[in-house]
């Protein structure tokens, strides 16, 4: 069961049709292809830079004794994308001014979607939005506006 961080637009409602829906867990694709997975998520300069060194250590596979660093380093390399690319996803997303209006434990996207609308119409209709679904998580930590998430934190707490 993956967690979905549900994002909306700067100034929009909770219930926006605009609302990304972002998996916070391992990403096979990102595993697989994590040069490209990036570059399609529009991470220009860090899907440039990823691809740069998987060719560096394809050249360095070719060297006597260093095809099993390489493939060492290109696997960590993978593990990395595809663990912590969502949360560059949202951290991108934060840094826009999106803003972070809850997180839904669910199986897949059509069920974190079901459960957020019929959430956040409940909500509307009933006009007591006032627990997660207004607090402004772009602003709840420091600079870094990640609000815990992800698995290299800068202050320190994992």
């Known amino acids: 069961m993956a967690s979905y961080l549900i994002m909306t637009p700067p100034g929009a409602p909770a219930d926006d049709e605009r609302a990304r829906f972002i998996a916070d867990g391992f990403s096979w694709p990102a595993f697989l292809f994590p040069a490209l997975w990036l570059m399609s998520k529009r991470a220009w300069l860090l899907g440039i830079s990823v691809a740069v060194l998987q060719i560096l250590l394809i050249l360095l596979s070719a060297f006597p004794g260093g095809f099993t660093a ?13 663990l912590e690319g969502p949360v560059f996803l949202f951290r991108k ?66």
């Open 93 to 158: 997303l934060a840094a826009r001014d999106w803003t972070l209006r809850s997180i839904i434990p669910a199986r897949d996207l059509e069920t974190a979607e079901e459960i957020y609308f019929s959430n956040s119409a409940a909500t509307t209709d009933a006009k007591s939005a006032t627990a997660l679904s207004s607090f402004e998580w772009s602003t709840a930590r420091g600079p870094d506006k990640s609000g815990g998430l992800g698995f290299f934190e800068p202050y320190g707490e994992r």
């Open 70 to 82: 390489a493939l060492i380093m290109h696997v960590a390399l993978s593990l990395l994308v595809s």
